[in-house]
């Protein structure tokens, strides 16, 4: 009889509890490994001596003296590098009249950088018998002793108190200021020396020659100014403006010029 051959049964290999171990132990030790790792790096940037602010570069500035941004930035040599902010010291910065906007960076090992953009005059403007030069944003920023040649003359002849660096203009103010001004860059003929700011939010243009065009409140701004275009137009005595006392423009469909003499206008209508 032929033997009937025994089947061979395997059997799984036992686990190796060993290896579990080891995975379990990395799993736990090396977060804590990596946490204490970035602790003492965080300790060696405020401890260390070669991480300190010891070098404040700084660039972009022209009329803002050095020392006044130093000032406004209160950055004490020594100061951890990573204690110094960015966005705190830019909004620091910002509160300097002269200043429009500022960056702030870190150059390692121990250098802050600081680039900042000064404000550019758009106006001169005359407050409480003081002149200041004004950015386009209407920012009354640098105090000047004459108006600034080539800049566009504003005369704010509201009742306010003294003004201080840094106010700025009202919005639409501001709006109404650069239309008047637009319409004088299309109509160079007028001569515009000023634009007044009157009580009551009014507005007033000063021609050269000294005349006054009382436009009144900024209601129906456009068409008042269409109205004096066509004034300028055809009339060379307010084109001129030397012998007209001034031109009313308060309803923009009834305009109203008083000469300074008796000149011989038009009967009709003026417009």
Known sequence: MKKTPRKTVRRPAPRRKSNRRRGNLASTVLPLALIALLAEMGAAALLSPRLQVHTVALSGNVNASREVLLKRLSVAPGTPLVKC??????????QEPMIASAHVGWRWPDTLTVEVTERKPAFVAKVSGAWWEMDALGTLF??????TPGLPQVLDRRERAAPKAGEVLPAETLQNLKDCL????????????????????????NSDGGMPVQLGTPVDLPRKLETLARLVSDYPEIRAGYDIAYVNLYAWDAPAVLPKKELQLPREPLL
Not at 191 to 204: D, I, Q
């Open 85 to 94: 902010l960015p966005g705190a010291l830019e909004k620091r910065l910002s």
């Open 142 to 147: 640098r105090p000047v002793s004459a108006p």
């Open 182 to 205: 637009a319409w004088s860059e299309a109509h160079k003929e007028f001569r515009l020396a000023s634009v007044s700011l009157e009580k009551g939010g009014k507005l007033c243009l």
